[in-house]
């Protein structure tokens, strides 16, 4: 049998059920107290008339007028209402006078019991027709107030006679059931009645669970703002619809400022479906694991990690199909650094040799300026045109491409230094489209790695390295200031210059010797590596002064590095072969383009700064003040 889900088909089968059962325990109820009332009504009329006879033959007895019984009987029988009058006598009534002439009948059952037993018994006989209550009543021998034992040759208490006497109660069991039946159809008007004002008056709220339900189902597939709940009621019931309305509202609300903040976030606008919270919850996922990403790539020694990394995102993201090309920052070089093609995938590549595919042609590595994406520093997308890049390879000369390609520029210093191109079939175009939007945002977290792993590699090969300490000289400085800070006003971050000065650092090549000097400004200068991100930049700018280069840096997160730095040498111990020391530094802090457009100016304002924490005490951060 099939399942009952309707609270309003529910609700009204449990108030039949309930009319039903009430109704027909009530009608019980009345019928068989009228029947009992009747019965008790009978027996009481029937011991009155069975009394009066009792006496009344009694006292004909005495006068000597027995023989006028029969007149007397048949009086009492149309008076009362009895069916039928029977007098017994008893076993020494018998034995005394003999047999009565009445007694044509023979005794029943009910009142040979009677005689026996000396006990009143009744009986009720129910027929389809008739209902007759029987009743059989003993005269017992006694010396009261009449003494029977005169006449009669008995012992006291033995029965001498009985009366039996019938009466049809037909008549009041006719009237019960017609109570009864007019109790039914009253019954039946009323629950109808009531079944019908119940009805009117839950059917709103049938109503409204109809269309809760409906909502809640929409809510589950992520839809909140498709299904409104109307409900005209001003009880708790609307209260709880217009509660329903408000949070599917918040919801959809929340929902769409979290996608359009995570899309400011990333740079691009992310693939929406009719789902909303699968939506928010795979926004999340992939902004988390851009975060993560990030944060690895940060950590990741040189360039060619960081490639395969981004290899390896493409291939967890379901791309089978692509290339990653280094360009030189001359634009003079370009080289294929990663290339994968997976036939099983994508079968219109044919028979290839997976990990050498070229997916475009040999011009492009002797000339880079060949290569559209190179050349234009734009994404080169052929969904819109199929041929936009000549140098794409072509799977038969003259033929129509039968692959999608679309080439992502990596910006390093204001130009293109890397490539990541992904091709796709027909067979797999969707999925990688539906992909492109989080690689791009991969990518743009992959800039600020690459372009400082990109000019660290350079510095290296320059040979820009302090020999003493290990950091990058000023010369260093002067190679990447213009680039690092135009990649600061193109992707709207700051750069925080930290002026650092060792306190008193004269004073221990005086005291302790240039050894232990050149020990002490190593020391720091681990110390301060140790405490910014690989992708910050340190220099040993002249003599003890270090500086600091916080790339991408937020607002207020240079005085934040500042401090730590400050804290960490404070707390160092410098062990050298003599003694150990304990050092202190001072710090001075700007942040480009925020304290002035040009570099250098805000490079003196961090100096300016130094001085400041130098003349107010040593070991502490000064900011620069604009307003000051």
Not at 190 to 202: A, D, E, K, M, W
Not at 354 to 363: A, F, I, L, P, Q
Not at 573 to 593: A, D, N, R
């Amino acid at each position: 049998m099939r399942q009952i889900k309707s609270i309003k088909t529910k609700l009204l089968i449990r108030i039949i059920l309930s009319f039903v059962v009430l109704s027909i325990v009530i009608q019980a109820i009345v019928f068989v107290s009228f029947r009992n009332f009747s019965m008790d009504t009978s027996k009481e009329r029937a011991l009155s008339a069975a009394e009066l006879i009792r006496d009344t033959i009694t006292s004909f007895m005495m006068l000597g007028v027995y023989d006028k019984r029969d007149i007397f009987l048949d009086r009492i029988k149309n008076t009362s209402g009895l069916k039928e009058i029977k007098i017994l006598r008893g076993k020494a009534v018998i034995q005394q006078f003999g047999q009565s002439n009445r007694d044509d009948k023979p005794p029943t059952f009910l009142e040979k019991e009677v005689l026996k037993s000396g006990d009143i018994k009744s009986a009720v006989s129910e027929g389809i027709f008739n209902v007759e209550y029987a009743i059989v009543i003993p005269y017992k021998a006694d010396n009261g107030r009449v003494n029977c034992l005169q006449c009669h040759k008995a012992a006291r208490g033995e029965v001498l006679g009985v009366v039996s006497l019938v009466v049809d109660i037909t008549g009041q069991r006719r009237t019960g059931l017609s109570i009864v039946s007019y109790m039914v159809v009253v019954s039946m008007l009323f629950s109808i009645g009531t079944l019908y004002i119940i009805y009117v008056f839950f059917k709103p709220y049938t109503e409204l669970f109809h269309k809760l339900r409906l909502g809640f189902e929409h809510a589950a597939i992520g839809d909140f703002s498709s299904h409104r709940v109307d409900a005209a009621l001003s009880d708790e019931a609307g209260d709880v619809a217009r509660g329903f309305n408000t949070m599917t509202e918040n919801l959809s609300a929340t929902l769409s400022s979290i996608d359009n903040k995570v899309s400011l976030l990333i740079g691009y606008q992310t693939e929406k479906t009719a789902n909303a919270l699968k939506d928010t919850t795979k926004t999340v996922e992939m902004l988390v694991k851009i975060y993560n990403f990030k944060r690895t790539i940060e950590k990741d020694a040189i360039k060619t990690d960081v490639f395969l990394r981004i290899g390896d995102m493409l291939m967890e993201m379901g791309i089978a199909n692509f290339s990653v090309y280094e360009v030189s920052l001359d634009k003079t070089k370009i080289k294929k650094v990663i290339s994968k093609a997976d036939n099983e995938i994508c079968p219109s590549l044919g028979q290839i040799n997976k990990d050498t595919v070229s997916w475009c042609k040999e011009v492009i590595f002797t000339d880079p300026v060949q290569c559209r994406a190179v050349r234009t520093g734009a994404i080169v997308d052929s969904r819109e045109f199929s041929q936009v890049c000549p140098n794409f390879m072509q799977v038969e000369e003259g033929q129509t491409v039968k692959f999608h390609y679309y080439c992502i520029p990596i910006n390093i210093g204001g130009h293109t230094g890397d490539v990541v191109q992904i091709v796709s079939c027909k067979d797999c175009e969707e999925p990688t489209a539906s992909a492109i939007p989080y690689i791009k945002a991969h990518l743009k977290e992959c800039e600020p790695v690459l372009e400082g792993k990109t000019f660290m590699e350079l510095l290296k090969a320059q040979s820009l390295i302090d020999q003493l300490t290990g950091l990058y000289n000023r010369r260093y400085l002067d190679e990447i200031t213009n680039s690092l800070c135009s990649a600061a006003v193109r992707r709207g971050t700051l750069i925080g210059i930290l002026m650092i000065d060792i306190d008193h650092f004269k004073q221990v090549n005086d005291t302790h010797g240039h050894g232990v000097g050149d020990t002490v400004l190593k020391q720091a200068a681990s110390v301060i590596v140790t405490s910014v991100r690989e992708s910050d930049i340190v220099i040993r700018y002249g003599g003890e002064e270090i500086l600091v280069l916080l790339v991408d840096a937020t607002e207020g997160k240079s005085v934040e590095v500042a401090q730590k730095i400050r804290r960490n040498i404070e707390t160092e111990s410098i062990e050298t072969p003599t003694v150990v020391l304990k050092i202190t530094v001072s710090i001075g802090v700007s942040e480009f383009p925020k304290d002035s457009d040009k570099f250098w100016p805000c490079q003196k304002h961090a100096d300016t700064a130094l001085y400041k924490a130098k003349h107010e005490g040593r070991n502490r951060v000064c900011v620069h003040n604009k307003g000051a």
